[in-house]
């Protein structure tokens, strides 16, 4: 099956700092989405980039299909955005095939 | 709208007893989806619903684990019996289409229940 790689494992930043994570993944797809998992477990759907560029406020992604890619960039951090940063891809069965995620502690 | 409703929050049971976990999608939405999330890795994807039928359970340990979605609403995973490698947080996700696509913005496509966090000791 599709693999999916993400990069770092662990992130430690000041708040204010910018950062970017990164999603490889081993196949063509059809879906790609970023989730974020708070520390109550709780899975927010980010972003639907299978290809291209979208920005929410502070939030941007950025997906290269053809090189089997996909970035997370978070400006002004802040500890509300603590957590772990899932990518997910849907080679084209519908299901999504998860990363192992980034955490993510923002400190004040 | 209401999100997937998930319950119970927790659960803690010894190995060889049975669980069950109830889950109950946004209305409307004909795709309905178990993940199993263990410690430090990202979800894996148990069981996949089409209205009230399957369509992909390849990734369902069958000897133990059962699922099932009376009238394509509500679906009920079963845990029977539990061994301590199940203790996990078991996720449901719905979604409008079988693709989760939606119109691909930020907060719609797949939705996720706030989990069970099972136990087993």
């Known amino acids: 099956g599709i693999q999916v790689e993400q990069s770092p494992p662990d992130l430690i930043l000041q708040e204010g700092a910018n950062s970017t994570l990164r999603c490889n993944f081993s196949?063509?797809?059809?879906?790609l989405q970023w989730f974020h998992q708070n520390p109550w477990g709780q899975l927010i759907n980010l972003f639907y980039i299978p290809s291209g560029t979208k920005q929410n406020g502070r939030l941007s992604a950025t997906t290269v299909a053809t090189e089997r890619y996909s970035l997370l960039y978070i400006s002004s951090s802040q500890t509300t955005d603590s957590g772990v940063y899932f990518c997910a891809v849907d080679s084209g069965s519908y299901q999504l095939t998860f990363g192992k995620g980034t955490k993510l502690s923002v400190i004040p | 709208e209401a999100g997937v409703a998930q319950s119970p929050r927790y659960k803690i049971i010894e190995k060889r007893q049975s669980v069950a976990f109830w889950c109950n999608p946004i209305?409307?939405?004909?795709?309905l989806y178990w993940y199993q999330q263990i410690l430090g890795q990202g979800p894996k994807l148990l069981i996949q619903?089409?209205?009230?039928?399957?369509?992909?359970d390849s990734q369902l340990p069958k000897d133990r684990f059962s699922a099932e979605r009376l009238k394509g609403v509500d679906s009920t995973l079963k845990i029977q019996p539990a061994k301590l490698e199940d203790s996990a947080v078991y996720l449901c996700a719905s979604s409008l289409d079988a693709g989760g696509s939606g119109t691909g913005g930020a907060g719609y496509g797949y939705t996720f229940g706030s989990g069970t966090r099972l136990t087993v000791v």
């Open positions: 196949d063509s797809v059809n879906n």
């Open positions: 209305s409307g939405h004909a795709t």
């Open positions: 619903f089409q209205n009230n039928g399957v369509v992909d």
